[in-house]
């Protein structure tokens, strides 16, 4: 198992395919220094989401491989792994219940106490205490009670309760209004402090609260630098 991680991640030398003759990622070397976070980007097909279903071993990979702390993560349970890396989904997945059940997904032992101070930390509480019944509102999976940005700080609240060393944060792409932007912005930066996190970003925004920046083409990494330096 991986018992208190710090969150080194390294690919080494990874190649993948998901059909024979057909590399997805040809030779991925990819090292991410505990705390630091880090930003995918590339054109579709570039290899962003398989870069991250090898980290949470939805696949192995054919060459090379995934440390965690110096560990081979096919060396751990599988279980232990997603308890050390979360998951922000791009379409945020909500489920049918209440908002309070939403954000202790994982958690099911949280307080209302933390769950109250995982919402506030990222800028969900006031909206919450918008809704008819507060933390007891019920929502739908594809419910529309909730934008597409408060599904998103939901999301953040419930990453946050969860506390993972790792975090994946795969951006949704739906446009946001600029409150709420600013809002996601702020609680981005408390979700990605003391955390390894691997960021498929599509907002500038996003990517600038990068430390590294990691440009894909083609299942390469073509460039990979600072802000500043891309
Ligand atoms: P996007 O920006 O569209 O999400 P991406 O950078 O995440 O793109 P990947 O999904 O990693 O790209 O895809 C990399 C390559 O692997 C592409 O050529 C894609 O067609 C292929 N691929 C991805 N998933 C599968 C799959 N489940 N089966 C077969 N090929 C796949
Ligand atoms: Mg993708």
């Known amino acids: 198992p991986l018992p208190s991680i710090r969150g080194d991640v390294h690919f080494d030398n990874i190649v993948f395919e ?3 003759g057909r590399p997805a990622l040809k030779g991925i070397s990819l090292h991410a220094k505990a705390g630091q976070s880090i930003a995918l980007v590339g054109h579709t097909g570039s290899g962003k989401s398989t870069i991250i279903n090898l980290l949470c071993r939805f696949y ?3 060459q090379g ?3 965690i702390d110096g560990t081979d993560i096919r060396d ?3 279980s232990s792994l997603r308890s050390q890396v979360g998951i922000v989904m791009q379409d945020t997945f909500i489920f049918g219940g209440s908002i309070r059940d939403n954000i202790r997904y994982g958690r099911l032992d949280a307080t209302h106490e933390e769950i109250v101070a995982a919402a506030k930390a990222v800028n969900a509480h006031d909206f919450i205490m918008g809704l008819p ?3 007891d509102t019920q929502v739908e999976e594809r419910g529309n009670v909730l934008s597409m940005g408060q599904r998103q700080l939901l ?3 419930r990453a946050l309760l969860a506390d993972p060393k790792i975090l994946i944060l795969d951006e949704a792409t739906a446009s946001i209004d600029t409150e709420t932007e600013l809002k996601i912005q702020e609680a981005l930066k408390t979700l990605l402090e003391g955390r390894t996190s691997f960021m498929i970003a599509h907002r500038l925004s996003t990517i600038r609260h ?4 990691v440009v894909l083409d083609h299942g390469e990494i073509v460039e990979q630098g600072n802000h500043e330096a891309l």
């Open 18 to 20: 998901y059909e024979k």
């Open 60 to 62: 192995d990979p054919v």
């Open 65 to 67: 491989r995934v440390l």
């Open 76 to 78: 751990v349970t599988i």
């Open 133 to 135: 019944d507060g933390y």
């Open 155 to 157: 999301s953040f609240a």
């Open 210 to 213: 990068a430390d590294e920046i």
